[in-house]
């Protein structure tokens, strides 16, 4: 996993199995690319477990530690420490229902639309953003 500026979440080194898996080639010549296809279906099971492992541990440690990090004495700069933990919540969703996770737009709505999934998933989610956009710098807004 690769945090970097242009990927809200970052970057999975995990999106590159999905991007063979997902592309339409439009030119295949020598078979390359239908060779890497190949060896996307079935999701393999070992990258299953390891995006759990890894995306589950993370979502937890992110949630944990924004949770202590705002309180009505402190700031608000850690929106992007949930926006990531949010983001751990959906990779651990698409691997679960064996799917590959390329892109975080629209991800969210993606996963709530998936056999196994949280109930509620984008209610929650919306609760959760507007009980934080409540916060302006350790401050309740009234409105």
Same mark, same amino acid.
């Given at each position: 996993?690769?945090?970097?500026?242009?990927?809200?979440?970052?970057?999975?080194?995990?999106?590159?199995?999905?991007?063979?898996?997902?592309?339409?080639?439009?030119?295949?010549?020598?078979?390359?690319?239908?060779?890497?296809?190949?060896?996307? $279906?079935p999701?393999?099971? &070992?990258? #299953?477990?390891?995006?759990? +492992? /890894?995306?589950q541990?993370?979502? @937890?440690?992110? =949630?944990?530690?924004? $949770?202590?990090?705002?309180? &009505?004495? #402190?700031?608000?700069?850690? +929106? /992007?420490?949930?926006?990531?933990? @949010?983001?751990? =919540?959906?990779?651990?969703?698409f691997?679960?229902?064996?799917?590959?996770?390329?892109?975080e737009?629209?991800?969210?709505?993606?996963?709530?639309?998936?056999?196994?999934?949280?109930?509620?998933?984008?209610?929650?989610?919306?609760?959760?953003?507007?009980a934080?956009?409540?916060?302006?710098?350790?401050?309740?807004?009234t409105?």
């Amino acid at each position: 996993m690769n945090y970097q500026p242009g990927h809200p979440h970052g970057f999975s080194s995990a999106i590159w199995m999905g991007e063979a898996a997902l592309c339409r080639p439009l030119l295949d010549p020598a078979g390359l690319l239908a060779e890497l296809k190949a060896m996307t $279906e079935p999701f393999p099971a &070992p990258l #299953r477990e390891a995006l759990i +492992r /890894r995306f589950q541990w993370e979502m @937890l440690f992110r =949630v944990e530690n924004a $949770e202590t990090a705002v309180g &009505p004495w #402190r700031p608000d700069p850690y +929106r /992007r420490m949930r926006l990531q933990g @949010l983001s751990c =919540v959906v990779q651990v969703l698409f691997a679960l229902n064996r799917r590959y996770f390329v892109n975080e737009k629209g991800a969210l709505e993606e996963a709530a639309d998936f056999p196994i999934t949280l109930t509620g998933l984008t209610e929650r989610v919306s609760f959760v953003w507007r009980a934080i956009g409540g916060r302006t710098f350790g401050k309740v807004s009234t409105h």
